[in-house]
């Protein structure tokens, strides 16, 4: 069975960095598109990051861009999303997803097979 583990959550203050964990059990991640996607309380879930089968295409919402760094290792079968600079509105509930289609647009309705998620909470 195909399933995901997010870890690395946690609270930490504005300014911080925290990395979170996708790791896959059940099936080869490398076959696999994953994205990051968030969802704040009282806010519809939203596009974060993908990260291409090969690791050698990105995409970030403009929300992240250029505080947060999505990457793969194949051989650990698990992808991480390192980030910085926190603000409070980047807390939210972080999932991971596994698509077969290419990361262009961070399209939720593209990727099937997700984790239960993990909390990220920004706050001093």
Not at 73 to 92: G, R
Not at 103 to 113: A, E, F, K, T, V
Request: proline content about 3%; some cysteine.
């Amino acid at each position: 069975q195909l399933q995901l583990v997010e870890s690395g959550g946690g609270l930490v203050q504005p300014g911080g960095s925290l990395r979170l964990s996708c790791a896959a059990s059940g099936f080869t991640l490398d076959y696999y598109t994953i994205g990051w996607f968030r969802q704040a309380p009282g806010k519809e879930r939203e596009g974060v990051s993908c990260i291409s089968r090969s690791g050698d295409r990105t995409n970030y919402a403009d929300s992240v861009k250029g505080r947060f760094t999505i990457s793969r290792d194949n051989a650990k079968n698990t992808v991480y999303l390192q980030m910085n600079s926190l603000k409070p509105e980047d807390t939210a509930v972080y999932y991971c997803a596994a698509s077969v289609y290419s990361c262009g647009n961070i399209d939720q309705r593209r990727y099937p097979h997700w984790g239960q998620g993990t909390q990220v909470t920004v706050s001093s």
